[in-house]
T-cell receptor
Framework: AQKITQTQPGMFVQEKEAVTLDCTYDTSDQSYGLFWYKQPSSGEMIFLIYQGSYDEQNATEGRYSLNFQKARKSANLVISASQLGDSAMYFCAMREGAQGGSEKLVFGKGTKLTVNP | NAGVTQTPKFRIPKIGQSMTLQCTQDMNHNYMYWYRQDPGMGLKLIYYSVGAGITDKGEVPNGYNVSRSTTEDFPLRLELAAPSQTSVYFC?????WGNGYTFGSGTRLTVV
């Protein structure tokens, strides 16, 4: 079974609108972490946002926020006020186990976001 | 601030050749990783290391080897290049405190 599922292969959004990218995860650990990465067409991996399983508040970083619903095992990325530069692949990833362990990340297959002018 | 440096950026080995992808980081991170990314897919873990002298297999280790003699360096060796190893390879490092990895810029490998 996939540990990270991103069900949207591609998403389109108009510039200046908000968009939500879906991510569901599967783990039996109580302690885990969830990450979102952006991969523009140039290929580099850019860390966007992190949510720990024990964090009570949803993580936010500028225009990025993570809608963390623990009971549903979902960790959706919300991008507000989309910009043309947001067009990229977005990957959800999970670290199982407590911090200080192997810190291995498992990645989803990604969602390609296209921002239209 | 070099971060994580991968060399080369591109490589086109012939089937059966051996080669090494270099990765070095200057952030004194204990944790280092090698991932591969196939077209249209997410990243899959090949090998990782939690410190100098300690390495372990990830999800797709077959056909690869690693070593970690220093904190800074984590080279990935392909012993006998095969077409199935055509991919983009990313090296990454982290402090181990769950706040994200720093990725290198990647090596695009095409086995011909």
């Amino acid at each position: 079974a996939q540990k990270i599922t991103q069900t949207q292969p591609g998403m389109f959004v108009q510039e200046k609108e908000a968009v939500t990218l879906d991510c569901t995860y599967d783990t039996s650990d109580q302690s885990y972490g969830l990450f979102w990465y952006k991969q523009p067409s140039s290929g580099e991996m850019i860390f966007l946002i992190y949510q720990g399983s024990y964090d009570e508040q949803n993580a936010t970083e500028g225009r990025y926020s993570l809608n963390f619903q623990k009971a549903r095992k979902s960790a959706n990325l919300v991008i507000s006020a989309s910009q043309l530069g947001d067009s990229a692949m977005y990957f959800c990833a999970m670290r199982e186990g407590a911090q200080g362990g192997s810190e291995k990340l498992v990645f989803g297959k990604g969602t390609k976001l296209t921002v239209n002018p | 601030n070099a971060g994580v440096t991968q060399t080369p950026k591109f490589r086109i080995p012939k089937i059966g050749q051996s080669m090494t992808l270099q990765c070095t980081q200057d952030m004194n991170h204990n944790y280092m990783y090698w991932y591969r990314q196939d077209p249209g897919m997410g990243l899959k873990l090949i090998y990782y290391s939690v410190g100098a002298g300690i390495t372990d297999k990830g999800e797709v280790p077959n056909g690869y080897n690693v070593s970690r003699s220093t904190t800074e360096d984590f080279p990935l060796r392909l012993e006998l290049a095969a077409p199935s190893q055509t991919s983009v390879y990313f090296c990454a490092s982290s402090y181990g405190w769950g706040n994200g990895y720093t990725f290198g810029s990647g090596t695009r490998l095409t086995v011909v």
